[in-house]
């Protein structure tokens, strides 16, 4: 089963919500053995980056072990950017380092947060995005993002006076900085693809 | 301040649900409440229509109120997957909390940040900027011409705060978002106070929902773009059945604003 990390932080419910309305059973845990026994792990997050990284505490390691076993992992928003190396949002924090970047904020200029429902063009080989066509919608809300430097990366990007990482995926590793569990039918779409690379791999 | 290359930003379309004894209620000028129905439902069928976001307000806000909103935004989030700010008589970050975690995406945060403004920085740090919305309920000065000031306890009380001044500051120390209404303009179906709205877009630099006086769709076009506001609230068009989402939003996206069609 998917397990859904539970740490203190918003939006974990959500998250779980959104997987029972298209019929998907996840389970929602903060236990070890559980995490261990996963199919995937989702790794959700509205909070501020130092405060997610202290609430995620010692499960940082785990979800990085079963992540290098091959097992899907899918962070959203604050779990997006956690997958990465480092963030200065409010002081300096290390990410579980799994794709090379850093978090950084959103350079001056334009309504910050990035707050609303973006437009993000959609790459073929990226397997979240599957049967949704070449651009869809998503809800954003973020003042940070994920300057994503690996080539090993592949990403999908929106447009907010420069090219913004939307999305990434790196081998069985996924992230969206967009809310999925928020975006209407669009973002359930991709839960349910992220739900099916599960099946798949398991 | 706002550059245009933020142009490609969708703007947003914003039903507010007022929330009195777990309907939905709708007054004019904060006055005179009539029924528009169940706020799960309603919040459901704002989200099939195609609403970019929802508010659901509590204003009642007492202690056994803030139970049943709890309750009600568990239940919205089951049946709604588009994001939803929920506010009235939130007072601690404990209480900001306790929300987001049953599914709200963002607080607003009224007459507890003018007493004690700390609960912005409190809750940005904590929950990040995005999360934290201040609400504020402005009034046209009779002493000070062409100036706002803030009202508090759902607008029954004024005070000497200079609204502009306010949403500056309520930006530095960690707003997010402004949800910024006309009192003399709320329900009143006669347009955006777009002279206020283009006060507070010039002083910050987040996202400001204008709300208060929507009644045509031109009202949306101008606070848009008179009031450069970054998403339109509204409540008594859409609950009495004037106009669909899907017309706004077909309507604004003919005249050239980004919309999520």
Not at chain 1, 72 to 83: A, K
Not at chain 1, 109 to 124: A, D, F, S, T, Y
Not at chain 2, 48 to 62: R, Y
């Amino acid at each position: 089963m998917i397990v859904v990390i539970d740490y203190n932080v918003g939006n974990v419910k959500s998250v779980c919500n959104a997987f029972e309305y298209i019929g998907r059973k996840v389970q929602l845990s903060c236990d070890p053995d559980v995490i261990r026994q996963a199919t995937g792990v989702v790794l959700p997050g509205v909070a501020a980056f130092g405060y997610a990284v202290r609430e995620l505490g010692t499960l940082a390691e785990l979800i990085k072990e079963v992540a290098s076993e091959g097992r899907p992992l899918l962070g959203i928003c604050v779990g997006f950017q956690m997958l990465f190396e480092r963030s200065c949002e409010y002081g300096e924090h290390t990410g579980l380092g799994l794709i090379r970047g850093n978090v950084v904020p959103i350079p001056a200029g334009r309504v910050i947060p990035h707050m609303g429902w973006n437009k993000v063009e959609l790459p073929e080989d990226m397997d979240l995005f599957a049967g949704l066509g070449d651009a869809k919608h998503f809800y954003f809300a973020h003042s940070f993002y994920a300057d994503v430097n690996d080539s090993e990366c592949r990403v999908a990007y929106t447009e907010y006076g420069f090219d913004m990482q939307a999305s990434v995926q790196k081998g069985n590793v996924y992230g969206t900085q967009f809310h999925p569990e928020k975006s209407g039918p669009t973002g359930l779409k991709i839960l349910e693809n992220f739900a099916q690379i599960c099946e798949k791999k398991k | 301040m706002r550059k245009e290359e933020i142009a490609m930003l969708t703007r947003r379309i914003i039903p507010c649900l007022d929330v009195k004894d777990n309907r939905v209620v709708k007054g004019v000028n904060f006055l005179n409440l009539r029924d528009a129905g169940d706020p799960v439902e309603l919040g459901a069928r704002y989200s099939d229509m195609g609403a970019d976001e929802l508010v659901f307000l509590d204003i009642t806000a007492t202690i056994r109120s803030r139970k049943t909103i709890v309750e009600l935004v568990e239940k919205v989030a089951e049946n709604v997957f588009i994001p939803f700010t929920v506010g009235g008589g939130i007072q601690t970050v404990e209480q900001m909390d306790t929300l987001l975690r049953s599914g709200a995406e963002k607080v607003s945060i009224n007459t507890a940040a003018v007493a004690n403004p700390t609960i912005l920085s409190e809750g940005a740090e904590r929950f990040g900027s995005q999360c934290v919305v201040l609400a504020i309920d402005a009034r046209r000065s009779k002493d000070r011409p062409g100036k706002w000031q803030v009202c508090i306890k759902a607008g029954s009380e004024p005070t000497d705060i200079d609204a502009v001044e306010w949403a500056a500051l309520g930006e530095e120390l960690g707003a997010g978002e402004i949800l910024l209404t006309s009192m003399d303009a709320d329900g009143t179906k006669a347009g955006y106070d777009n002279e206020l709205n283009k006060a507070i877009t010039d002083a910050v630099n987040i996202p400001v929902i204008a709300s208060g006086g929507a009644g045509t769709l031109e009202h949306l076009y101008d606070a848009i773009v008179d009031g450069c506001a970054d998403a339109v609230l509204m409540a008594s068009i859409t609950h009495f059945g004037n106009f669909t989402i899907t017309e706004m939003k077909q309507y604004l996206a003919d005249r050239g604003i980004p919309m999520n069609l």
